[in-house]
């Protein structure tokens, strides 16, 4: 059977500035695995010490990334069925503007 796509409004940077956002659509696929990233900071302690707020407030698979010479901080490996209510049990707690994207590696 087919997966069921869902899509879910995100918001992403559009690259103007870092407070600048762009409200897009992401269709989401069960049984892909999708990154959901909460902050971008050119300050690799900043980054540590955000994921380690994320992962007092009981979230799973806190990651930060090296991507160029900024640290981005991340809800790494979730599928797709389950985007949409993590984003907005992240929003509850407090951690808003979600980027979610394809994970290209499982």
Same mark, same amino acid.
């Given at each position: =059977? %087919? *997966?069921? *796509? &869902? /899509? ?7 690259? !103007?500035?870092?407070? %600048?956002?762009? !409200? ?5 696929? /069960?049984? &892909?695995?999708? @990154? ?6 050119? @300050?690799?302690?900043? !980054?540590?010490?955000? !994921?380690?707020?994320? %992962?007092?407030? +009981?979230? +799973? #698979?806190? *990651?930060?990334?090296? =991507?160029?010479? #900024?640290? +981005?901080?991340?809800?790494? /490996?979730? @599928?797709?069925?389950?985007?949409? =209510?993590?984003? +907005? &049990? ?7 503007? *979600?980027?979610?994207?394809?994970? /290209?590696?499982?």
């Amino acid at each position: =059977s %087919a *997966a069921k *796509a &869902q /899509k879910i409004p995100l918001t992403r940077s559009n690259g !103007a500035t870092s407070k %600048a956002k762009a !409200a897009t659509q992401v269709v989401l696929k /069960k049984g &892909q695995l999708y @990154d959901i990233q909460l902050g971008s900071f050119s @300050d690799e302690n900043n !980054a540590r010490e955000y !994921a380690r707020k994320i %992962a007092r407030a +009981k979230f +799973k #698979n806190v *990651a930060i990334q090296k =991507s160029g010479s #900024n640290t +981005k901080v991340s809800v790494i /490996k979730v @599928d797709g069925k389950d985007v949409p =209510s993590l984003v +907005k &049990q992240l929003e509850m707690k407090g951690f808003g503007n *979600a980027f979610v994207r394809e994970r /290209k590696n499982r």
